[in-house]
């Protein structure tokens, strides 16, 4: 059985920093491409970072460039997100997400149809 727990969540001041991580199981990790999605309050869901299965290229929206940071050990089946400068519109529940293939680029990553199973989230907060 596939599953992706995230935990790093938490409230954060504007500026300040946060590290999510995901543990991933059931499935072969270094073998599948990997993505950070975050569903702001109200909103739809955002895809926000993806990597690929050998750790090269990863992607980032353009709201997160130079801000975030995405990588994973393929040794220990954890994948993070290294969030920096942060803002209150980065406010959202931050999912992991396993691709259907072992890599993407550009709007393929984007799409979410291209993934098959989600963790169950992270609230971050950036807030004063």
């Known amino acids: 059985e596939v599953q992706l727990v995230e935990s790093g969540g938490g409230l954060v001041q504007p500026g300040g920093s946060l590290r999510l991580s995901c543990q991933a199981s059931?499935?072969?990790?270094?073998?599948?491409?990997m993505s950070w999605v975050r569903q702001p309050p109200g909103k739809g869901l955002e895809w926000v970072s993806a990597i690929t299965s050998g750790d090269i290229s990863p992607n980032y929206a353009d709201p997160v460039k130079g801000r975030f940071t995405i990588s994973r050990d393929n040794t220990r089946n954890t994948l993070s997100l290294q969030m920096s400068s942060l803002k209150p519109e980065d406010t959202a529940v931050y999912y992991c997400a396993k691709s259907k293939w072992n890599s993407c680029s550009g709007y393929e990553c984007a799409l979410m149809d291209g993934y098959d199973h989600w963790g169950q989230g992270t609230q971050v907060t950036v807030s004063s």
């Open positions: 059931g499935f072969p990790f270094r073998n599948y491409a």
